[in-house]
């Protein structure tokens, strides 16, 4: 993974936050952390800019995907995971028609996290070696 990127994680289950954050900070991530929709905008309004968001569907107040149409709306085009462990049908279309976002089905694992993070920060494996 790239060298210090800035990563925004957003799940309200706060153990499955806790595993995702310490792995994406093992890879060598700066990681940020929300647990509901509205930290989520907050930490966007006000920390950005960041290379990736990682968002649960699923949150109180606001869900991950409201969160991410309301970023796109104002034209934030950070490539983003969507997380969830919903079956229901539109969620594909949903997460396909926020642009430059990935869906990831709960339960994964780790290993296909890091593929998914590696493909959306393409410089990641070249960043990581290089120095700073």
């Not at 799940?11 to 995702?20: G, I, K, N, R, S």
């Not at 396909?96 to 993070?117: C, M, S, W, Y």
Request: charged share 25%; no cysteine.
């Amino acid at each position: 993974m790239r060298s210090h990127a800035r990563i925004l994680v957003a799940d309200d289950d706060p153990e499955l936050l806790e595993v995702v954050v310490e792995a994406l900070e093992r890879w060598g991530a700066e990681v940020a952390r929300a647990d509901t929709g509205a930290q989520l905008i907050e930490r966007l309004a006000h920390e950005a800019p960041f290379d990736l968001i990682i968002t649960d569907i699923s949150m109180p107040w606001m869900s991950g995907l409201q969160a991410m149409y309301s970023a796109r709306t104002v034209g934030l085009g950070t490539p983003v995971v969507v997380m969830t462990a919903l079956s229901e049908e539109r969620i594909p279309a949903q997460v396909t028609g926020l642009q430059n976002a990935v869906l990831l089905r709960k339960p994964f694992d780790l290993a296909e996290l890091e593929r998914i993070v590696a493909r959306l920060l393409p410089s990641a494996q070249q960043g990581a070696a290089a120095p700073r």
